[in-house]
């Protein structure tokens, strides 16, 4: 049995904030908009006349920072004894599946505002949970795919280009995964054999990375808005997302239960963390020189991590390498390879990289 899960809609482009109140009439009449203070300051009131004009009333939740179950129950409580019909999480990754769980304990509808391109959280139906350090303790399900994913590319092309490059990182892996995945007759996100599709949109994801990230960011640092821009924003946010959901997720982020635990490392975005996870993927997958200098060529450019000490390494490589290869062999996507991965696999791989 094969299983592709998507949005409902996906909207993106420069602007198409102004008329989220038009899509939202079609979901409900009352809205719950969580955001933290920097995100509301951006979207609040675009957001509240919006959806005034089309007649939906909003409620504003402060978003506290962190993903934690903590966190959800916090928020359930500040709108219980209300009746909601959508929930709105506008921000990034953490804002949006904490939405999620959100919009799951109130059973609404559930609308996803990327304000960064820094992973393809907006698009799944998934939610990665941390504790108080950011270690990650679990991974939950909205009761399916977002209802709305709207991306306004003139606040993305905004925020910081280390943003947009943790995204570029968790778009560019998902080729190698999938492939691995369907290779290794893994099971998707949903539980199911992985369609063609998704692999199909895995590799189209990796083109489209590769082809637009350059001009991308030099178009972004200019101040300008093009086609290269809504390419890649495209490929980071819908294709990726669409990908690893439907594809299957392999080493690459297997990788981030163990460098989750390594302190400094854990505070790394997830794109770097698990762009690393690729370079160690590659090298289990005994890529040739060739091919490998021209992937570290490419992580130069794009800005990307190729070290422990990239991603806030805070203390010797030896003793990390050691944990992070441990904890991450017992990752579940490590099953998902041609072959069987141990912890003295992975370390070996990390060497390499580390010594490269």
């Known amino acids: 049995m094969i299983i592709f899960g998507a949005p409902r809609r996906y909207v993106q482009g420069p602007g198409v904030l102004a008329e989220i109140g038009k899509e939202l009439a079609g979901l409900g009449s009352s809205a719950v908009l969580l955001a933290d203070d920097r995100v509301a300051a951006i979207v609040g009131s675009v957001v509240e006349k919006s959806a005034n004009d089309a007649g939906v009333t909003i409620k504003s939740l402060k978003f506290g920072g962190e993903i934690t179950y903590a966190e959800v129950d916090r928020l359930v409580q500040a709108v219980s004894g209300t009746k909601h019909d959508v929930v709105i999480a506008a921000g990034g990754g953490k804002t949006i599946d904490t939405g999620k769980l959100l919009a799951r304990a109130l059973g609404c509808a559930f609308v996803s505002v990327p304000t960064v391109a820094s992973n393809d959280s907006p698009t799944s139906h998934i939610a990665v949970v941390y504790d108080e350090n950011h270690k ?14 709207l991306v306004d590319t003139a606040i993305i092309a905004k925020a910081p280009l280390v943003l947009l490059s943790a995204g570029v990182g968790d778009a560019l892996v998902k080729r190698f995964e999938v492939e691995q995945c369907i290779g290794a007759r893994g099971k998707n996100v949903f539980g199911a054999t992985s369609p063609l599709s998704a692999l199909a949109l895995a590799r189209a994801c990796y083109d489209t990375v590769r082809e637009h990230t350059l001009p991308a960011y030099a178009a972004i640092e200019r101040g300008e808005m093009n086609d290269h821009v809504e390419a890649l924003v495209e490929a980071c946010v819908l294709m990726s997302g669409l990908a690893f959901e439907s594809g299957g997720l392999s080493v690459s982020h297997g990788m981030t239960r163990g460098l989750s635990a390594i302190p400094g490392v854990a505070n790394a975005l997830h794109g770097h ?4 996870g690729l370079l160690v993927q590659l090298m289990l997958e005994e890529r040739d020189d060739a091919f490998m200098a021209d992937m570290y060529g490419f992580y130069r450019a794009a800005k990307l991590p190729l070290k422990l000490s990239d991603l806030g390494l805070e203390e010797g490589s030896n003793s990390a390498i050691e944990t992070i290869s441990r904890i991450s062999a017992e990752a579940a996507h490590m099953k998902k390879f041609y072959r069987d991965v141990s912890a003295d696999d992975i370390a070996r791989a990390m060497i390499r990289i580390e010594e490269a």
Do not use: F, K, S
């Open 136 to 149: 990650l303790v679990g991974v939950e399900e909205n009761r399916a795919n977002p209802d709305l994913v």
């Open 273 to 276: 963390q698990v762009a690393y």
